[in-house]
């Protein structure tokens, strides 16, 4: 069982406001780092697979960020819009086998 | 459009019975998952498969089984079901060795009494 973790667990952000949470992962036989966005009563979606060191991704007002020598990656949202608000869960691949953390639950005011 | 479906979408069942959920992928994937979603864990991984005739356990396997005949349908049978088993499961496909984006079907509410 790898040890994939996501902080902070929630955040509330004010509207207009970015932001930006943090999963960590083993680097240890890396292969990929992927985010999914999660709606309430909806299925997990696809933001971003990343698997090389270095690699930054974008769509719309989300990027994110790739460090696999230490094991980290970043979830920015610019400009944070009521519709942001959703639990984003990171997943690292090791050994070919996902493991997911817990989620950062995102809740924007107006 | 290609998708992914479970059914049920809830199921209320008592414990000591034998339970399947079904997964229908038309993506035409090699890979498919099933996770559990409680509180405070976010998703785990239950079982996968990587093709047909292919299964393995995912780390809360126990209690639970699959099989793979074709490529589209992953069921999930709980074999005597549990009420720790209560949670929401999730089926997911996969193209490719196994990283790459998985799509979520809808989900299924399972409450063991």
Not at chain 1, 49 to 72: C, F, H, P, Q
């Amino acid at each position: 069982i790898l040890n994939v973790e996501q902080s902070p667990q929630s955040l509330h952000v004010q509207e207009g406001d970015s932001t930006n949470f943090t999963c960590s992962f083993p680097s240890s036989n890396f292969y990929a780092l992927h985010w999914y966005r999660w709606e309430t009563a909806k299925s997990p979606e696809a933001l971003f697979v990343m698997t090389l060191n270095g690699d930054e991704k974008k769509k719309g007002r989300i990027s994110a960020t790739l460090n696999t020598k230490e094991g980290y990656s970043y979830l920015y949202i610019k400009g944070s819009q009521p519709e942001d608000s959703a639990t984003y869960l990171c997943a690292s691949l090791n050994d070919y086998k996902l493991s997911f953390g817990a989620g950062t639950t995102v809740t924007v005011r107006a | 459009d290609a998708e992914i479906t479970q059914s049920p979408r809830h199921k209320i069942t008592e414990t000591g019975r034998q339970v399947t959920l079904a997964c229908h992928q038309t993506w035409n994937h090699n890979n498919m998952f099933w996770y559990r979603q409680d509180l405070g864990h976010g998703l785990r991984l239950i079982h996968y498969s990587y093709g047909v005739q292919d299964t393995n356990k995912g780390e809360v396997s126990d209690g639970y089984s699959v099989s793979r005949s074709n490529t589209e349908d992953l069921p999930l049978t709980l074999e005597s079901a549990a009420s720790s088993q209560t949670s929401v499961y999730f089926c997911a496909s996969s193209d490719g060795q196994g990283g790459e984006t998985q799509y979520f079907g809808p989900g299924t509410r399972l409450l063991v009494l």
